[in-house]
């Protein structure tokens, strides 16, 4: 018996390496893929690294170097208060990704509760909660993200919940839908003719069903929160000053663009890197997960 | 329990489906019987109102539909008139188990075959017990072990090779035939009075549905169950049933122990079904079917339903509505010339 149990778990490692190798070799050949993964680990190693990347104090002013020119010591110049521009993009990375990664993670929170609440429950609680989905859904972002921010002030906690809630009324109709089309399953009817309560139906059957295809919807919110975090920036609504945003640095390079022309361009190139890392990454894995696309990638 | 005894019993059960403003009957009238490890075939074309009793049973119908008439008795308790509370946690899974239609999906593919197995027996033999006793973890392990035991042991019974093996393995991993099987081998880990079986071997290929119906039935001798066997293959009634009830618009139109029913059908609806077998044709010919279809619920009238694609009917049966016959103790028919029709 022992022998049989062991040949078997030795098939199935096999069987595991060579799924492995076949993700491995996708991997490999899809561009997108390579390309995202990239970017995005080299933002993560520079929100890491960043007291260890960075050549100056982000915080510290140099009012006599002010609006300096690319040099070895600011290799990307200085801001209007004489504040190395490198220091203050590394440095800036580190808000955008906090706030993109823990505000999506309260959006999914939210949404996963309400949403998968919604899509089973029916009736009245499903229009209550629909009903909350669509008056926030019904003021274009941006607008309403102003309002509130005005109205309870700019830190980057309450950028978070802010940005939590909004964007949940949004991912949540997504995960009602799921919800509903998972409700139909089978299995799902199999539980309820086994006499299963609503409560198990819910954690036990539901739940661990609709994460998985959520987790992917929700993996777009991250640069659309960092995207939306550097607007505000700009607009002066953002992270309160001192901190370093790349929304705020484009502010800056905004505003002196006659004198510093220059200014505007790292945090720029910043943002439309990230962003182009993460939808690439997002659309690479897409590609390698789909058994028939991960087929072409590797014959081709 | 007396071998002879009623397991379950149905009695003039009639169901209604609201839609709109509209009232349809779906099932009118339906009595019948089953005794313990017999099987209990149902068949007729889509429509009929199979599956609507089917789900009547565990009382699990939609929203629009109502059980209007008639009482259900398993072991001689009416479930019309238990709670809903009592009848999720008494008979729902306990007394009475479904195997569902698509039954090839009916397991969550999150979690391995094994777990799902181990739940239902957790679910199963969920007893109070003192706070103090379930701290004890030893004796919770050994308990865990020997249920595991259990449900590896009912999957060899099912023929699943490798059983410990496949126990911790996902449902995408098992072919259609073994996730039937898995089900089934769930269903009578239940140990059910009565199982509820619709439809359970669809989709899968002539071979391997022999093979599954062969272990079917030798669980049912194991197992002492009384099953009620739905479907639209006759072919399948021949091999497995006891006894068949042919159900036409929402009326069980004849009922009979299995052989006399080939033998000797009586009436028009069962004779056009068995005609319609391919085995019954001659080789060359075009398959027989039945003209027309069934009618509506809303178009149904008190009189014989299948008057209008009844190549037998007569004056009588556009006037007033048939009466059942009896032929013997076990043949009924709802016939006005089933003496006639030969």
């Given at each position: 018996m022992r022998n049989v149990a062991q040949q078997g778990h030795k098939e199935f490692q096999k069987d595991m390496n060579g799924e492995f190798n076949e993700y491995l070799q996708a991997f490999r050949k899809s561009t997108k893929l390579f390309i995202g993964t990239i970017l995005v680990v080299t933002l993560f190693i520079v929100v890491i690294c960043a007291p260890v990347m960075a050549p100056h104090d982000p915080y510290k002013m140099d009012v006599k170097n002010?609006?300096?020119?690319?040099?070895?010591?600011?290799?990307?110049?200085?801001?209007?208060?004489?504040?190395?521009?490198?220091?203050?993009?590394?440095?800036?990375s580190r808000t955008s990704i906090f706030i993109g990664v823990i505000g999506t993670s309260l959006a999914f929170i939210i949404a996963l509760s309400l949403g998968t609440l919604a899509g089973y429950a029916r009736g009245i609680i499903e229009n209550l909660i629909l009903l909350y989905f669509d008056a926030v859904r019904s003021f274009p972002a941006i607008i309403l993200i102003l309002v509130v921010i005005s109205a309870i002030g700019s830190s980057v906690t309450n950028i978070i919940i802010v940005f939590g809630f909004i964007y949940s009324s949004l991912l949540g109709r997504t995960i009602r839908a799921i919800t509903i089309?998972?409700?139909?399953?089978?299995?799902?009817?199999?539980?309820?003719?086994?006499?299963?309560?609503?409560?198990?139906?819910?954690?036990?059957?539901?739940?661990?069903?609709?994460?998985?295809?959520?987790?992917?919807?929700?993996?777009?919110?991250?640069?659309?929160?960092?995207?939306?975090?550097?607007?505000?920036?700009?607009?002066?609504?953002?992270?309160?000053?001192?901190?370093?945003?790349?929304?705020?640095?484009?502010?800056?390079?905004?505003?002196?663009?006659?004198?510093?022309?220059?200014?505007?361009?790292?945090?720029?190139?910043?943002?439309?890197?990230?962003?182009?890392?993460?939808?690439?990454?997002?659309?690479?894995?897409?590609?390698?997960?789909?058994?028939?696309?991960?087929?072409?990638?590797?014959?081709? | 329990m007396d071998k002879d005894q009623n397991v379950l019993e149905m009695r003039e059960v009639s169901i209604i489906y609201r839609v709109g403003n509209r009232i349809g009957k779906a099932v009118d009238r339906v009595s019948f019987e089953i005794k313990k490890g017999e099987v209990l075939g149902l068949a007729g074309e889509s429509g009929c109102g199979k599956s609507t009793l089917a789900w009547s049973i565990l009382r699990l119908l939609p929203g629009n539909a109502r059980i209007v008439s008639g009482d259900m008795i398993l072991e001689g308790k009416n479930l019309l008139k238990l709670s809903e509370r009592a009848l999720n946690d008494e008979v729902r899974g306990n007394k009475i188990t479904m195997i569902i239609q698509n039954t090839k999906d009916s397991l969550n593919p999150v979690f391995t075959v094994?777990?799902?197995?181990?739940?239902?027996?957790?679910?199963?033999?969920?007893?109070?017990?003192?706070?103090?006793?379930?701290?004890?973890?030893?004796?919770?392990?050994?308990?865990?072990?020997?249920?595991?035991?259990?449900?590896?042991?009912?999957?060899?019974?099912?023929?699943?090779?490798?059983?410990?093996?496949r126990f911790s393995e996902y449902a995408f991993q098992f072919s259609g035939g073994m996730r039937q099987r898995v089900i089934m081998a769930m269903n009578f880990m239940a140990n059910p009075a009565v199982l509820i079986a619709d439809e359970p071997t669809t989709g899968l290929d002539v071979s391997v549905e022999a093979y599954v119906l062969e272990l079917f039935k030798s669980k049912i001798r194991k197992y002492e169950t009384a099953v009620i066997y739905i479907t639209h293959n006759l072919r399948i009634l021949s091999e497995i049933a006891d006894k068949v009830a042919?159900?036409?618009?929402?009326?069980?139109?004849?009922?009979?122990?299995?052989?006399?029913?080939?033998?000797?059908?009586?009436?028009?609806?069962?004779?056009?079904?068995?005609?319609?077998?391919?085995?019954?044709?001659?080789l060359g010919e075009k398959l027989q079917e039945i003209p027309g279809q069934v009618p509506s619920i809303f178009e149904r009238t008190e009189n014989c339903k299948f008057q209008p694609r009844c190549p037998y009917s007569t004056e009588i049966c556009t006037q007033a509505p048939p009466r059942t016959g009896k032929v013997s103790s076990s043949h009924f028919v709802l016939c006005h010339n089933f003496l006639t029709v030969q």
């Open positions: 002010r609006l300096s020119n690319i040099s070895r010591t600011h290799l990307l110049g200085t801001d209007h208060l004489g504040r190395d521009t490198l220091s203050q993009i590394i440095y800036g089309s998972v409700c139909k399953e089978p299995f799902i009817e199999a539980a309820i003719t086994l006499g299963s309560k609503k409560r198990t139906i819910l954690f036990r059957h539901l739940f661990p069903n609709v994460i998985g295809p959520s987790l992917i919807v929700t993996g777009m919110y991250v640069p659309i929160m960092i995207m939306s975090e550097a607007g505000l920036s700009f607009l002066g609504l953002g992270v309160p000053p001192p901190t370093p945003s790349w929304g705020t640095s484009i502010r800056y390079g905004f505003e002196n663009i006659m004198r510093a022309p220059w200014l505007i361009l790292p945090p720029s190139i910043a943002l439309a890197l990230t962003m182009l890392g993460f939808n690439l990454f997002a659309e690479g894995l897409r590609d390698v997960l789909n058994p028939e696309k991960r087929g072409e990638l590797i014959i081709s | 094994g777990t799902q197995m181990f739940d239902l027996l957790r679910f199963h033999e969920q007893e109070k017990q003192s706070l103090i006793a379930s701290f004890n973890f030893f004796r919770r392990a050994k308990r865990n072990k020997e249920r595991r035991f259990r449900c590896i042991k009912m999957l060899e019974e099912m023929e699943i090779a490798a059983a410990d093996k042919i159900m036409y618009a929402g009326t069980i139109v004849e009922q009979a122990p299995v052989e006399e029913l080939f033998d000797n059908p009586l009436h028009p609806y069962t004779k056009a079904l068995i005609k319609c077998l391919p085995e019954s044709g001659v």
